[in-house]
């Protein structure tokens, strides 16, 4: 898995604006007490900038997050540095990843397990966080489901003009292959030279995955699946369901 968000790092809070961090966190915070965990650590893989793992510190969490971008993570600190947290972050591929001890829980959010495009992979990494949890610790992860790649954003071009940022998002879904396919387009405005646009690209890819296969992944990674929920809600998922939320629990170490 190439790194990700390399040029994007700059201004991806500017233009994710309408990613509900604050309500995620809320719902994250009270999923997590609802388990009894109301304290100790936790670890977000795919933590990007850091607007998640920042906002769990502040309900007195011990973070720790993970994501392979050092540009994503040079914003993080800058966040944590203002927070005044004791939040670590580490650049680390989520396929790889390794902490220095088991935690309390695990964390992904804003569709990452997505980026893992070969289910084996991501096998492994639920083993990985089998692995690194505590007895009977959580892993909590959403996923952007199959009617959202082919139903949602399928074949289509999402353009948004601002007058520091601009960007073209070219998507298109490979229903054989299941993988959803976009570039994205950057224009960002020069700070030293304010007449002039700087123009990236990046490609990115994702796998549709069902909830059966990833229940059925939980349990060959070891863990044990618990429940599910329809995006950020307490209801269950459907075949509308654009984004599901999974509960799952550590179940022994099996890990070799």
């Known amino acids: 898995m190439a790194e990700a968000y390399s040029n994007f790092a700059a201004v991806y809070d500017a233009l994710m604006d309408n990613i509900p961090y604050d309500a995620w966190a809320d719902y994250l915070h009270s ?15 795919g933590c990007g900038t850091g607007n998640i793992t920042e906002r769990m510190a502040d309900f007195g969490y011990d973070m720790i997050g993970i994501d392979n971008s050092p540009a994503m993570l040079d914003i993080a600190n800058e966040k944590r ?24 829980a695990i964390v992904s959010l804003c569709d990452s397990v997505n980026y893992i495009t070969e289910p084996e ?6 083993s990985l966080v089998n692995n690194y949890l505590d007895p009977d610790g959580l892993f909590i ?67 549709a995955y ?22 950020y809600t307490k209801e269950s998922p459907h075949d509308r369901s654009e984004r599901i939320c999974v509960v799952a629990r550590e179940h022994g170490k099996g890990l070799a």
Not at 31 to 45: C, K
Not at 91 to 104: I, K, N, P
Not at 121 to 126: G, I, R, S
Not at 155 to 167: K, L, V, Y
């Open 81 to 104: 540095e203002q927070n005044h947290s004791s939040s670590l972050y580490l650049c680390q591929d989520m396929r790889e990843f390794e902490l220095y001890g088991t935690v309390a």
């Open 210 to 231: 069902t909830l059966e296969q990833i229940r059925h992944m939980l349990t060959e990674a070891g863990l044990e699946y618990v429940t599910a929920y329809d995006d």
């Open 141 to 207: 992860f959403d996923f952007h489901t199959e009617h959202y790649y082919r139903d949602v954003v399928a074949e289509a071009t999402i353009a948004e003009d601002r007058d520091d940022i601009s960007f073209i998002w070219d998507n298109y879904y490979d229903e054989d292959e299941r993988i959803n396919e976009y570039e994205l387009t950057l224009f960002v405005r020069d700070e030293e030279q304010p007449q002039l646009y700087r123009k990236y690209q990046e490609e990115h890819f994702q796998r």
């Open 31 to 45: 999923l997590l007490v609802e388990y009894d965990i109301a304290s100790g650590i936790l670890a977000e893989l």
């Open 121 to 126: 992979e991501l096998t492994h990494v639920f």
